[in-house]
């Protein structure tokens, strides 16, 4: 089994609010709040947290960033996203998960909603050849003018199937690029829940006889 490393790690979670929220009803400035407390929000600063807002009703949007302006919230009245990108280490996964347990603790969302979650790779080889390599184990149709992988996985303990996408990576050099989308229920205890999602991650690419680890 190849290992590969998270080099460059991004994970979104979009989650559709269902029915919308109003500006009132979202309650934006006790979230703001939550957003800068140090202790049992996010810690963020009061400048990193915006809104902007044409109605009272449903023409609001609210932003905040963090991790170096790697780390994005977005409420707007329909949906929240959280997005976090270029994760390189195990420090920055540790201060990732704590964050997204904080985030799913306090939005205390219904549980029959769901989180579409997706989460992307760019992950270096070795050497050219050996990517290439990987690659050839895995036949291509004659037309083809790069190899992809593409299926749906279903792993154990997993409801949901997980969308799989394995191709070369046109961000580094001699690296591969693999995608995952998948859902899961609002209903989960987050605090050990989140630190299973890179082990969903690592099943999942078992297919591909591929493995992950982190880097220090």
Known sequence: MRLISLDLLTIILDIPLVPPQTKRTAGLDAFGAWLCEPENGLGMRPEQVRV???????????????FGENGLITRTPDRV????????????????????????????????????????????????????????????????????????????????????LIEKS????????????TQFGNSQDWESFVGTLPTVMENSVHLFDLGLTRTP
């Open 52 to 66: 902007k807002s044409s109605d009272d009703l449903f023409g609001w949007e609210l932003t905040a960033q963090f």
């Open 81 to 164: 996203k959280l997005s976090v990108k270029n994760v390189r280490t195990v420090g920055d996964w540790e201060l990732v998960r704590r964050i997204i347990v904080r985030f799913y603790m306090h939005m205390n969302l219904p549980p029959y909603s769901l989180t579409t979650f997706s989460a992307h790779v760019h992950s270096r080889f070795p050497a050219a050849d050996e990517l290439e390599s990987f690659f050839r184990e895995f036949p291509q149709p004659a037309m083809a003018s790069r190899p992809v992988l593409f299926t749906y996985v279903k792993i154990d303990d997993w409801e949901a199937d997980i969308r799989l």
């Open 170 to 181: 046109n961000l580094l050099p001699d690296a591969i690029f693999v995608a995952w989308d």
